[in-house]
């Protein structure tokens, strides 16, 4: 993130303001705090690189916590995951990398302070009594009968509580707030709960387990936070984390709120990403489809793409949807870039040179970043009698604006030759299984000696020189720019896009690609951008396609 992004955003003047006013002593620590009971996503990764963007540019320290309260759904291969994906963003905790259950004997003892204070109770009704008691938005909630417990007795349940003799859900720890607050979360919010499970960090050791309105906020003051930044659905909660930090009296962050990224034709929430996991309506957490950081990455994505995509959508004050043509214009701009670009024939249609000479082969160099003035690399491609070129570039009759292969018609094989077309020639079902040319030997490089202007220029492959490989051609998850918009009792399963990926095998490129490794981006041209995939190998080579060649922001743009 530039310093002009982060400082021109809200957070930033509040952040201005506290080193002007020496709030934090002049120190910015942020973090990402990511619960491990799922993979990341594009809307995490902005928030990790909002959060180490201000870091960076305040000279100030990212931590990196797991916010690891809920034993239940959390899982060491859900932290392994997040870790290796928030370096793979290339943000940066150094040696600050924390966990929430680094942090339960201080929590434990800080619920102990608040009790002797008078400021927390055991409670014996049911989670189903305690949600009858806390009210509505707009009645009040009613006093628990255990709400009076002395502290001493208070003491000696809580004590008990943690030694695990009483079964989950029998008891809680509340805060003793105020039943009648206007805000519910001020109404005897539970700080811990009884849970005999297996914590993937801290085993049997505890059988009680902070909430996470209880833990978060302290860990934050535990690490030195200065600005606790999250997403605006805890807004309503900042008033409590500050009561708990206040009554106990330890060093308070300042949290700021901003608001959530959403992107049409994207489902962001985590149990509807699982769903579509579990339910194999993709290939897994890595799926080129998923907008998790690593479906991404295998889609083609790059670190300095999402990147310049968070900085390009900056952080608002409330909700709203990002055009995911705007992603996916951030995405081919970059790729325009820096991809190399290859000839690949996709769908293959044979075509034979009648007079070019049998065992003849040329080599043709060709610019492998013809967008970049400044870039002279070449690459070689070699040129025989039999090609391929794409189905959909040869029409048995066509119209006057088809500038490709007709009968009788002449066009550039790009950087090769001018070839027109004599006969196609059909297997018995009538399908075109072999076209027949003739070359133009004086057209060398694609240009005639004559200066005959020649329009269409299409790309090609030599047969005996072709390596085959598998494209896996990807489109939009869904159909439905709101995909979570369903009528009642509709799912949003509903709008998934039958045709997301289609399989092509047999596709035919240039040899160069042949040395192509995992992750290496390239353009194929008049195709699209294509990434070898982490499962591709030298003998079954297979590209992702990233995204296609047209550009449809500026026209949504438009139109909005
Ligand atoms: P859930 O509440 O279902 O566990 P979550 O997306 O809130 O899902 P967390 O692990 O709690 O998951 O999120 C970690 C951090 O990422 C939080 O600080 C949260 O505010 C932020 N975050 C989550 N989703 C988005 C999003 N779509 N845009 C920006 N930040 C997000
Ligand atoms: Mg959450």
Redo the contacts with the bound molecule.
């Keep these: 993130m530039t310093e002009e992004t982060t400082s021109s955003n809200f957070i930033s003047n509040i952040i201005d303001e506290h080193m002007r006013n020496g709030r934090f002593h002049g120190r910015v620590q942020t973090r ?7 993979y ?5 990764a ?3 690189l ?1 959060n180490y963007g201000i870091a960076r540019s305040y000279n100030g320290k990212f931590n990196l916590r797991f ?1 690891d309260t809920n034993p239940l ?1 959390e899982e060491q291969e859900f932290i392994d995951a ?1 870790t290796e994906d928030v370096r793979w963003l290339g943000a940066d905790w150094e040696d600050r990398l924390f966990y929430a259950s680094d942090y339960f004997e201080q929590l434990y003892q800080w619920a102990i302070q608040l009790i002797k204070d008078g400021k927390a109770y055991v409670d014996d009704l049911t989670a189903e009594e305690i949600r009858q008691y806390r009210g509505t938005l707009t009645e009040p909630g009613k006093n628990s009968p255990y709400r009076d417990r002395s502290v001493d007795e208070n003491l000696d349940l809580f004590e008990r509580m943690k030694k695990g003799e009483f079964p989950d859900g029998s008891r809680v720890l509340r805060a003793k707030v105020d039943m009648a607050s206007p805000n519910i979360n001020f109404r005897d919010p539970v700080m811990y709960r009884i849970l005999h499970a297996e914590h993937p960090r801290t085993g049997s050791e505890w059988c009680i387990y902070p909430m ?1 309105d209880w833990a978060h906020g302290q860990s934050d003051s535990i690490e030195g936070i200065t600005h606790s ?3 605006l ?2 807004e309503d909660h900042r008033p409590l984390y500050d009561w708990f930090i206040e009554n106990l009296g330890i060093h308070a962050p300042q949290q700021i709120e ?5 992107l049409t034709y994207t489902v ?4 509807k990403l699982r769903r579509l996991v579990e339910e194999k309506f993709v290939d897994g957490w890595d799926d080129p489809r998923m907008p998790t950081i690593r479906g991404m990455r295998r889609r083609g994505y790059t670190p300095e793409t999402m990147q310049k995509f968070a900085e390009l959508i900056g952080v608002a004050k409330s909700n709203s949807t990002v055009e995911i043509e705007m992603l996916e214009h951030v995405l081919r701009d970059d790729l325009n870039q820096f991809a190399p670009r290859a000839m690949a024939v996709i769908r293959p249609l044979k075509l034979v040179i009648t007079n070019y000479p049998e065992n003849m082969v040329e080599e043709f160099e060709v610019p492998t970043h013809p967008q970049d003035k400044e870039n002279s690399e070449t690459r070689v491609v070699p040129f025989s009698r039999e090609i391929y070129i794409e189905q959909e570039d040869f029409l048995e009759n066509p119209p006057k604006n088809f500038f490709r292969l007709g009968p009788g018609r002449e066009v550039r094989l790009l950087g090769a030759y001018l070839i027109t077309c004599d006969a196609a020639e059909k297997d018995a079902d009538g399908n075109i299984t072999t076209l027949h040319c003739t070359y133009d030997p004086e057209s060398r490089g694609g240009n005639p000696s004559d200066g005959r202007k020649v329009k269409g220029t299409i790309h090609w492959v030599s047969a005996q020189h072709a390596v085959s490989a598998e494209l896996r051609l990807y489109d939009r998850l869904f159909t439905d720019a709101f995909p979570e918009n369903t009528a009642d009792g509709v799912d949003f399963t509903a709008n998934l896009n039958p045709d997301s990926l289609e399989v092509l095998t047999g596709c035919q490129l240039e040899p160069n690609l042949a040395e192509a490794q995992v992750g290496d981006r390239f353009q194929f041209m008049r195709q699209g951008y294509f990434v070898v995939d982490s499962d591709s190998t030298p003998d079954n080579l297979i590209f992702n396609r990233t995204v296609g060649l047209r550009d449809t922001w500026a026209k949504v743009q438009q139109n909005s």
């Design positions: 990402f705090p990511p619960e491990p009971n799922g990341l996503h594009i809307g995490h902005k928030s990790i909002l916010d759904k997040i996470y930044i999250c997403t659905e805890f901003f608001a959530r990224l959403n962001m929430s985590k149990r």
